[in-house]
Structures are given as C-alpha cells and as structure tokens.
C-alpha cells in the first residue's frame, strides 16, 4: 500500500513538473489537448491515491468491529470450556456436547474449614498418648446450574459457536484434547476462527496483508483464537488494545 502510494505521487510531480515544461516550451497550437490529457490524469493518480489511504481505513474500522464481535463469542466460548474442565477435569471438543453441558451440568459449591482430629497412628507410637493432628474438610452447600452461572437468562450460549460476522454460515473451529506434562495429561483447548471468513467481502490484498500482521497492537497470524492445542494456554490472541471491546 505505501508502495503504491509513494509511486502515485511521484508519477503526480512528474506529470505536473511535464505540464510546466510544456506550458513553457511547446508550442501554442498544441498546448490545449496535451494539458488536458496531463491535468486529467493528475486528477485520475489523486484519486486513485486518495482511494488507496481511505479504502484501507475504511478496512481497519471494518476489521476492528467484526474482530470485537468474535472476540465476544470466543471469551464466550472460553467460559464455558472452562466451566466444562472445572465439573468434569477435562475440555470439550463438540459443540453439540458443550451445549449439552450448559443447559444440564451444575457446579458444587463447597466450604472449606480446618479441623482437628485424634491421630491414630501418631498415638498408637507414643504409646497411647493422645496425639491430635490438623486435617481441612470440605463441605457440600449445594449446586448452581452452570448455564444460571454464566449466561443468566441469556441464551447466546446456544449459538456462540456461530462466527457472527463475514462468510454467512460458517462455525468457530473447535478442538479439545491432553497435552503431556512432566508425565501429566493437561487438558487443552482451541477454538478459532480464520481471518478470511471474518473479513470474507473484503479486499483480498487487505486480508493478505492483515494476515501477515506482527506487532503487539495487531491481531497477529492468520486466525482469531483462544486456547492452544500446542501448550497449556487459556488466553485469546488478541492484544490488549482490545480489552474495551471484550
């Protein structure tokens, strides 16, 4: 884009540095048409120039929005995967399953409280003296749904797995599974979507670009997501500039 436009305006001062030699050597009988030409191709590069700058603009204002409203299903999604490893120790990768989950699943709630207990064990070596020992118990209060937990009456839940914006029916992409740790299987997750289908209708040149973005105020590589299948990882990949819009 910067190429395009440097070289626009080089062709710009150019052409009007042509029209000034023109208007002073060539002859008079010939000056109407070639300064018409000129001009209206000054005018036709300031156009297309201007056209350059506003269109990508007009681009990034059009990314901005769309990529906040994926942003709201994915810290959606998020929540509730996280609610499916906290009641059943591992995430899910079905999206008919996870709803499955929010509309029955319900959460403990519980109370933890210390104690002191006789310690058998330590008596019985100290032959017979009472020996007493600190243990934490935990009690049952009682159970939340986990959709009244989350969502409220609120029921977005039952198309987040929708991408809201650009290629009309498309799915945020969901995959669940155990990463090996230090001879643990950690439960991981991923839920994305590509940029391409969010910006689908737009300029391919600008959605070409936007997927090479690096930096820490863009939205780097080719794909909105949260989670990671390749590390242990809950975070979504937007940066922070994008807080306002979660």
């Known amino acids: 884009m910067l190429t395009i436009i440097i070289g626009a305006i080089v062709v710009i001062l150019l052409t009007i540095g042509i029209v000034k030699a023109i208007d002073k050597f060539l002859p008079s009988k010939f000056k109407p048409v070639i300064m018409i030409v000129l001009w209206a191709l000054i005018v ?10 506003y269109g990508e603009i007009k681009f990034n204002k059009l990314k901005e929005k769309r990529y906040a409203q994926v942003i709201t299903n ?24 996870l709803i499955k989950f929010i509309d029955t699943a319900q959460f403990t709630i519980t109370q933890r409280r210390d104690s002191t207990v006789i310690d058998k064990e330590a008596t019985r070596r100290f032959g017979g003296v009472e020996t007493t020992k600190e243990i934490i118990i935990i009690d049952t209060l009682g159970y939340v749904p986990v959709k009244d937990s989350l969502f409220g009456a609120d029921p977005r839940y039952k198309t987040m797995m929708n991408i809201p914006v650009g290629k009309p029916g498309e799915k945020f992409e969901l995959q669940a599974g155990f990463l090996e740790q ?13 940029k391409s289908i969010i910006l689908y ?8 670009k936007e997927n090479q973005a690096q930096s820490v ?3 780097n590589g080719d794909a909105l997501r949260v989670g990671s299948m390749e590390e242990v990882n809950t975070n979504g990949n937007w940066p922070k500039n994008y807080s306002n819009k979660q």
């Open 201 to 208: 209708g737009e300029d391919l040149n600008l959605i070409a």
């Open 74 to 97: 994915l810290i959606d999604i998020r929540d509730a995967e996280l609610a499916h490893r906290t009641v059943t120790g591992k995430f899910q990768g079905n999206w008919d399953d």
């Open 182 to 194: 230090n001879g643990f299987q950690i439960p991981v997750f991923e839920a994305k979507a590509l």
């Open 44 to 53: 036709y590069l300031g156009y297309i120039t201007f056209m350059s700058v």
């Open 217 to 219: 105020e863009a939205v």
